[in-house]
Structures are given as structure tokens and as C-alpha cells.
């Protein structure tokens, strides 16, 4: 019974050894450069691939994120070739700081000629007898242009508020003329009957 309890406490105490192995945690930090070791290279994709856990670098090329010791990380940026770095085993520190270089990833393609018209008379002849796909849209704006058109669109276009403030402003105007100035026609004027009537009075004495 002594024996079974001593390799029960055995197991047990590598089994948690082992697991507090596995699952130790690093934190991954440092800086990715381009090919001059000069210019940093912000939005480079940090991850790894097996846990599908990364980040991505900021604006001066600094990344910091957790990893596991043996983790494989990827460095990928546009333009430039991937970079691959291994998590090496840690006994004391709990951080690991690096420095990432990439290199530029340039394809130079082959010269390529298209000449769909084999000879320029060709070409000239289709240049000028192309359809261009606006123009309908001309021919509809150069008839909107039209003189008469446009007359008689002008006649038919409704009152603006302002030519309505006008138009009520005269209205009002001209009923106070009416109404306090006298008349034009003196035949219905009594006050100038009156005098009339006056003046011949003052005559005959």
C-alpha cells in the first residue's frame, strides 16, 4: 500500500511539473525594421500559426503580445519576404525582447506590347468612328441648350417666393394709394366742384 501511494504521488508531481512546463507564458516584445536597419515597418502581421493568436505592429514598428516557449511566430508585411523566428526556451526571465529585419520582396515582370490595331490607319479609322458612351448625354444637354428650349421652359417655370414677396408688397402699395390719395379724375371730386363753384361766384361780383 506504501509502495502504490509513493507512485501515485509521483505521477501526480510530474504531471503538474510538466503542465507548469507547457503552459509557461513569455511576453514576445520588440521592433521590426526594414532592409536599411533604419525605417521601421508598421502594420507588419505578427502571429502564429498553430494557436492562431498574434497582433500587428504600430505606427513606429513596436509589437508586444504573450507566447509560449517553442511557439513558431511569422513576420509578413506587404512588400516584403517573411520573416520566422522560434520561441527559445526561458529558465528565469519571463519577457524576451527582439529585433526584426525584413526584406524586401520585389518581382520584376517581363515588358509586355499590346497593339490591338495592327496598323495606325486602323487605329485612326476606329478612334473616330467610336461611339462614346455619354453621348447621348451630350445630345440631351446640347437640346437643353436650345434658345427656344430654354425660353419656353422660363415662361412655364413657376413664381419664385421673392417675385411673390414683390408682387404682394405692389398689391399693398397700391391699396393705400387708393384708399388715402385722392382721385385721379376730378369730375367726381367734391372738393373740386367746390371750388370750381367758388371761383365762378368770385367772378360775377
Known sequence: MRYTLTIIFLTISTFTFCQEEVTKVIQFTG???????VSVVPGTHVYIPKSGRGTTTNP?????????EGDS?????????????????????????????????????????????????????????????????????????????????YRDLPA??????????QQQRQAY??????PQ??????FAWANFINLIKRKKR
Open 31 to 37: 521592433v521590426v525594421f526594414g532592409p536599411d536597419s
Open 60 to 68: 513606429y514598428g513596436f509589437f508586444s503580445m504573450p507566447v509560449l
Open 73 to 153: 511566430i511569422i513576420f509578413s508585411a506587404v512588400g516584403y519576404k517573411r520573416a520566422y523566428f522560434i520561441i527559445p526556451p526561458h529558465e528565469n526571465e519571463s519577457s524576451l525582447r527582439v529585433v526584426i529585419a525584413l526584406q524586401d520582396d520585389i518581382i520584376f515582370l517581363e515588358e509586355v506590347e499590346i497593339r490591338p490595331y495592327p496598323t495606325e490607319s486602323m487605329f485612326k479609322e476606329a478612334l473616330i468612328t467610336m461611339e462614346l458612351p455619354e453621348r447621348k448625354e451630350y445630345a440631351n444637354i446640347y437640346q437643353w441648350l436650345n434658345s427656344e428650349i430654354m425660353t419656353e421652359a
Open 160 to 169: 419664385s417666393p421673392n417675385a411673390n414677396h414683390q408682387y404682394f408688397m
Open 177 to 182: 394709394i387708393n384708399r388715402y390719395s385722392p
Open 185 to 190: 379724375n376730378q369730375f367726381l371730386n367734391p
